[in-house]
């Protein structure tokens, strides 16, 4: 036997079932939305790593392809790696759940969710954040819960929520919040340039929708949650924080910190550290928790100059950015580069233009998402840092970085029509302190306006911060966050967008939520910074896209012919189609409708494969002027080429005007001649000749 919970979410039926599957799990719902199906578990161990000073959770979303009747592509039929659209799951589910998890638990967490079946119009995503955080709520593992996601669309000016697949489609906007009882958690948000004041409403909605969730969440754990289990806690003893104040008192922590250099500010830490190894070197069990004591000492002593004092680390006020520079066509003969520097910050970004040929396929559990025509990767190396460690490839974070500013700039794009090219921008960090991803969409912006595309306008990002005291009155928001800020601050607020309004947010936070002032004041702060960031450095970089591709970059060149004719510009095992591709050296694509795009360097060359497919798909009539070459000679006349697979025939009686007795006395094989059609002949073939192109 096994309980069950059901309540009307957005239209469609949210059902949970409690102690059907997964019994041995700490805590473990099978849940429900209409015929999307998800089993979300939460697992922790029953003993604290050691060795480790920090809370470590585990989020795994994992898709099945079978959930979507499919089986995977390629040669290996199992899934592989986690989809990006997995990555970015797992870390909208992290950064809500993760605040209200005792800061002193070390006992390893996995909140697991395994995607059974999916139904398009009720998104798994969704019912995996649900179902992790009714998991996490109905176990017995220490959770400050409950919590609830919904997502929100924006359809002909009215908010949808938790839209189905068609008003995805239709959507201004695809915003995901997450609230507690109280108070927004998480934002994760792409949207068309929706205004300030609208965004903060749908935010607000959402909210509300949430609180509805939460009492049904209620009802499940007060019948179903487990009592809490005790644990080990981690927390740095009292008597440890006031031996460290003693040798270093709090002006001389302040002086330490108080540097806008990052290397330096390392160095005074390093040696605050040395010494106060030296003074406790007899105190073993002090020792093992020095680490974790010198991080909180500086994180209060940041906390209460901002706080207190309005004092920031490196002296700028508190709505301050710090010095900006950017500059485009720094490396040469790529398609477009731009680089973006604000403080420590730095950013190059280079754009590459492709035929639509080279657009990403996507293989996954969303039928409506099937390619990606722009694509935006981040790459953090640790030489931007100034540290040193093996590259193993994109992580969680780099994913996620470089999703952000994809999902910023994909609004601002032209249309396939406008502009037929797969793009691709790879943001490359030179340096890091703070925000590197909205630095990304700074110079992503210019790269592509350097790089000739279109773009409908220019996009920059900026990031706030949070420094909250005792109540919810007492806080201090912070313009352009350096990376001590967001270290040691309550919030990392990410908003990117164009003059009209934003196009992604992100919001990360370490404690129980936002109340609505500080989430208003925060999106003021950043439309104000992003202004600045357009105007007064960006647009003097580069104002507007340059009216055509670079000397580098491919040409396209569209035409459109009868779906019918597809056949013959193909030829049998695409014979025809190659033999123009190697004559010219194009890339050639050709769409179901008949939608052709020649693709290349040299305008001669595309011009020449434009002209030979227009003769393919032509039908020849009498009267019209041609060139071909004599590809083979007979007794009675000579075969002409028009183009690859497109031959006819001129009899010797119509190659001249004078009387000869062989087709060699005129003509010989690779000779290009002009000729005339002279319609069809009486067993319906086509005529040509040679000596009737005058008249």
């Not at 340039?193 to 939460?214: G, L, T």
């Not at 290397?263 to 070197?281: D, G, H, P, S, Y």
């Not at 990606?372 to 193993?392: A, I, L």
Request: charged content about 30%.
């Amino acid at each position: 036997m096994y309980k069950k919970y059901e309540m009307e979410l957005a239209g469609r039926t949210l059902r949970v079932d409690v102690g059907r599957v997964a019994k041995q799990a700490n805590g473990a719902v099978l849940m429900h939305y209409g015929d999307t199906t998800v089993l979300c578990t939460a697992t922790a161990s029953e003993k604290p790593r050691e060795g480790i000073d920090f809370f470590p959770l585990s989020v795994e979303y994992n898709e099945r392809l079978y959930a979507v009747g499919k089986i995977p592509g390629g040669f290996n039929k199992r899934e592989g790696k986690a989809s990006e659209n997995a990555i970015l799951t797992d870390r909208v589910i992290d950064r809500p759940m993760r605040p209200l998890f005792p800061k002193d638990y070390r006992n390893d967490v996995t909140l697991e969710n395994l995607v059974l079946s999916v139904d398009q119009d009720c998104s798994p995503e969704l019912t995996a954040m649900l179902g992790s955080a009714i998991a996490t709520c109905i176990s017995d593992i220490p959770f400050d819960g409950p919590i609830s996601t919904t997502q929100v669309g924006l359809v002909e000016g009215e908010f949808v929520f938790n839209p189905t697949a068609a008003q995805k489609e239709a959507s201004d906007l695809a915003l995901t919040v997450a609230s507690t009882r109280e108070k927004v958690i998480m934002i994760e948000a792409g949207a068309n340039e929706v205004p300030e004041a609208q965004m903060i409403d749908a935010i607000f909605a959402a909210h509300e929708v949430n609180q509805k969730v939460i009492e049904f969440i209620d009802t499940i754990v007060a019948e179903c949650g487990k009592k809490k289990h005790e644990y080990i806690s981690f927390a740095v003893p009292e008597e440890l924080f006031d031996a460290i104040k003693e040798i270093v008192p709090p002006a001389e922590m302040e002086e330490a910190v108080f540097t806008d250099e990052k290397q330096v500010r390392e160095e005074n830490i390093r040696k605050i550290t040395e010494r106060l190894e030296e003074a406790f070197a007899d105190k073993e069990e002090w020792l093992e928790k020095l680490g974790e004591a010198v991080y909180q000492y500086q994180k209060k002593t940041v906390r209460k100059m901002i706080l207190k004092d309005h004092k920031r680390p490196d002296g700028r006020a508190i709505d301050q950015i710090r010095p900006l520079a950017a500059e485009v066509d720094l490396i040469p003969r790529v398609h477009g580069s731009a680089m973006f520097t604000r403080g420590q910050t730095q950013i190059c970004n280079i754009a590459t233009l492709a035929p639509l040929a080279e657009a990403q396929k996507l293989d996954g559990l969303d039928e409506s998402e099937t390619s990606k025509r722009y694509m935006h990767h981040y790459n953090f190396p640790s030489y931007s840092v100034g540290e040193t460690r093996p590259s193993r490839g994109p992580g969680r974070r780099e994913i996620g970085h470089g999703a952000l500013a994809e999902r910023a700039l994909v609004p601002v794009l032209p249309s396939e029509a406008e502009f037929p090219y797969a793009i691709r921008t790879v943001s490359e960090t030179f340096e890091s302190n703070g925000s590197t991803s909205q630095a990304s969409v700074c110079a992503s912006s210019m790269s592509l306006m350097a790089a000739g595309v279109p773009i409908k306008a220019a996009v920059a990002g900026i990031s706030a911060g949070l420094v909250t005291g005792e109540t919810d009155d007492d806080y201090l928001v912070l313009t352009d966050i350096q990376g001590l800020e967001d270290f040691f601050g309550d919030m990392d607020f990410k908003v990117a967008g164009t003059h009209k309004g934003i196009t992604a947010i992100q919001m990360d936070i370490k404690i129980h939520g936002l109340t609505r002032p500080i989430i208003e004041e925060a999106i003021a702060a950043t439309k104000k910074a992003r202004t600045y960031i357009l105007d007064e450095v960006m647009a003097k970089a580069i104002a507007e896209p340059r009216p055509e591709v670079g000397p580098y970059a491919p040409k396209i060149i569209q035409m459109q012919i009868d779906p019918q004719k597809i056949g013959d510009v193909v030829g049998q095992r695409g014979k025809t189609i190659n033999a123009i591709i190697e004559e010219t050296g194009v890339k050639i694509d050709i769409t179901d409708d008949g939608a052709v795009s020649i693709c290349g360097v040299e305008a001669e060359s595309m011009e020449r494969a434009k002209k030979l497919i227009q003769i393919i798909v032509t039908d020849f009539e009498a009267g019209m002027v041609l060139e071909g070459k004599v590809v083979s000679i007979k007794e009675f006349g000579a075969f002409l080429e028009f183009a690859p697979g497109k031959e006819g025939m001129v009899h010797i009686s119509k190659i001249s005007r004078q009387r000869i007795k062989q087709v060699e006395d005129v003509l010989t094989l690779g000779d290009v001649v002009k000729v005339v059609c002279l319609g069809k002949d009486k067993m319906g073939r086509l005529s040509f000749s040679m000596k009737d192109v005058a008249e």
